[in-house]
């Protein structure tokens, strides 16, 4: 059974830093891609990062650019986003998802979530 588990969300103060890990169970990542996503009360998801563990290709999205920072440790199976200078706007929950195509575009299990909030 495909599963992946996110942790290391909480709160921080804004200009802090939270690293979150998504760990993958039930497959492997090679060939994969994980995003990282977010939805924050009211507001629709919105894709925060992707990286590609066949070839180590990251994206990120315009708000997050040069302050988080995606990584994969295929041998542990665990993708983790560093999240640096963070923002009050930066506050809500935020979900892993795999895609097996590996191209950050068809994302078919997700994990069940961890909060990050951002106090100012």
């Known amino acids: 059974e495909v599963q992946l588990v996110e942790s290391g969300g909480g709160l921080v103060q804004a200009g802090g830093s939270l690293r979150l890990s998504c760990a993958a169970s039930g497959f492997t990542l090679d060939d994969y891609a994980i995003g990282w996503f977010r939805q924050a009360p009211g507001k629709e998801r919105e894709g925060v990062s992707c990286?590609?563990?066949?070839?180590?290709?990251?994206y990120y999205d315009d708000s997050v650019k040069g302050r988080f920072t995606i990584s994969s440790d295929n041998a542990k199976n665990t993708v983790y986003l560093q999240m640096n200078s963070l923002k009050p706007e930066d506050t809500a929950v935020y979900y892993c998802a795999a895609d097996p195509q590996g191209w950050c575009t068809d994302f078919s299990s997700w994990g069940q979530g961890t909060q990050v909030t951002v106090s100012s």
């Open positions: 990286i590609s563990t066949s070839d180590g290709a990251t």
